[in-house]
Nanobody
Framework: QVQLVESGGGLVQAGGSLRLSCAAS????????MGWFRQAPGKEREFVAA????????YYADSVKGRFTISRDNAKNTVNLQMNSLKPEDTAVYYC????????????????WGQGTQVTVSS
């Protein structure tokens, strides 16, 4: 089992950057594929990015490709999401998630979730 805690959210102007971090507990962090999802008010939770166990494979939603970068440090049990060129439509609660399966884009494929961190991008 793994527990996830996100941090790094906040308020930023359009065009700015934020770096989200997710700290995982447990000794088997490197066994999990990790994902970032987001949920805006009134909308369904949507896939943002995912990374394989080793970090060798990364996947992005088309809406963030070229602007966001997912990375992980298995020695520190962390996964990060660097967000650049932020847009107002990126405003949402961002969630970190873990799965023992291969990296997935569907939220129901993930077994463990953090509590979320709010990202607000002003225009």
């Amino acid at each position: 089992q793994v527990q996830l805690v996100e941090s790094g959210g906040g308020l930023v102007q359009a065009g700015g950057s934020l770096r989200l971090s997710c700290a995982a507990s447990g000794r088997t962090f490197s066994s999990y594929c990790m994902g970032w999802f987001r949920q805006a008010p009134g909308k369904e939770r949507e896939f943002v990015a995912a990374i394989s166990w080793s970090g060798g494979s990364r996947y992005y939603a088309d809406s963030v490709k070229g602007r966001f970068t997912i990375s992980r440090d298995n020695a520190k049990n962390t996964v990060n999401l660097q967000m650049n060129s932020l847009k107002p439509e990126d405003t949402a609660v961002y969630y970190c998630a873990a799965t023992v399966d291969v990296a997935e884009t569907n939220p129901w494929e993930y077994e463990y979730w953090g509590q979320g961190t709010q990202v607000t991008v002003s225009s």
